[in-house]
């Protein structure tokens, strides 16, 4: 079975450089994979896309995210708080909140906020796991995304050691054994994890906090466990100067420092965040080709400054977009991450400026990062860091994970360069069409069998059933 996307106004192909657009204006999808790109004649029984005055892009890939969170936006008791005291009163203070349902719902909503930005891939980094839990999250967010036909990479989170800010929260917070862990992981990935490229599960190794969440002996196991069983590793690093501060005073060295002297550096390797980091870490973390989640917009919520894109991918390290939590980030959503990713780079670098009469050589900082550059970051700098070797970019023989974006609002009116409003213009673009492995997931703005006004009426419920449990 063949489809052709027709007349399309633009193709961006996630490629860097030169080959960052396609003139098209045709595409063709044969069995899931895109057959050829160019000026097509329809064939016999094709069914056809009529992509006119629309864009195209890959499909979105999310490496970091949350998806319980999205119960908890805009939360008052941490909606001015920075990182460590915004953990206490917003996701640990309501953990213990969620049961089954409410769970349910929230990867729920969160997937779909995902799938109507035009995100295919979400890695979701769940730690809700605590001993003896009565219901299974690892299982509630495949098949929230199997339902959706989109494709989930769980980063399996959790802890076997407490911090000293978790000691007096609920039980909940209770950390799971060593022997445990291990065991899930390994069940999960017997379970779930597919390495073919079209798979639409995968596993990965996840201790939520690399610096708090279990001793040095065992992140080496864990690690050695995952290339065992042929899985990647992720955590959070580096998202504050806590980070730095606690591994000065824990063991004596930087963040990347311990990571490396406990095995998770490397090329299957990558960490939400990284904004605080040294000269020396980055240099350490090009080397090893260990890659970033960027969180521009929960970086900026927390205040917890920019990472520095520039200097990381001049030292080889793979870069990459992710949301974070909808906790600290309420426009959890890859066209506003994308957005976000372009204006704060060229925004960091325009910081560093100086007057000519100190030294300045440059006003400002426009040049930091082009929409091509955070198109590459969103899809085909996800795939390379999730190792999915035929998604990211559109072009022959890779899989057909499209969006087809109708820019039909008047905040793309007038634009001299339409290729770029999706990611320019902010805000969430109309999708003609989103294929994911060349099946048609979203159709004219529209998920089949999705009622998004008995969705938003759970969701307001849900969120009035876990203010009132974080009360009790």
Known sequence: MTLLIRNAHAILTGLPGAASRHAGPDMRIRDGVIEAMG????????????ARDCVVYPAW????HHLFQSLLKGEPQGLNQSLTAWL?????????????STFRLAVRVGLIELLRSGCATVADHNYLYWPDMPFDTSDIIFSEGEALGMRIVLCRGGATQSRAIEQDLPLALRPEGFDAYMTDVERLVGRYH???????????MAPTTLLHSAPGAQLREMAKLARRLGIRLHSHLSETVDYLDAARAKFGMTPVQ????????GSDVWFAHLVKLLPEEITLLGATRTGIAHCPQSNGRLGSGIADLLALEKAGVPVSLGVDGAAS???ADMQSEAHAAWLLQRARKGMLAQPRYEGGTFEGGADAATIEDVVCWGSAGGAQILGLSRSGTLQ??????????????PRYFGLHDMAIGPV????RASLKALLINGRMIVENDSVPGLDLDALRVDAMAAVKTLQQRALA
């Open 396 to 409: 022959p023989g890779m899989l057909a994970d499209i969006a087809v974006y109708r820019l039909d609002d």
């Open 194 to 204: 597919d390495s073919r490229p079209e798979s639409l599960r995968r596993v990965v």
């Open 39 to 50: 000026a097509l004649s329809p064939l016999a029984d094709e069914r056809i896309i009529d």
């Open 424 to 427: 320019a213009c902010g805000g």
């Open 258 to 265: 311990f990571c490396a002297e406990h095995d998770w550096l």
């Open 61 to 64: 890939v999310n490496t970091h």
């Open 88 to 100: 206490s009163a917003t996701p640990y203070r309501f953990r213990a909140a969620f049961d089954e």
């Open 329 to 331: 980030n309420e426009a």
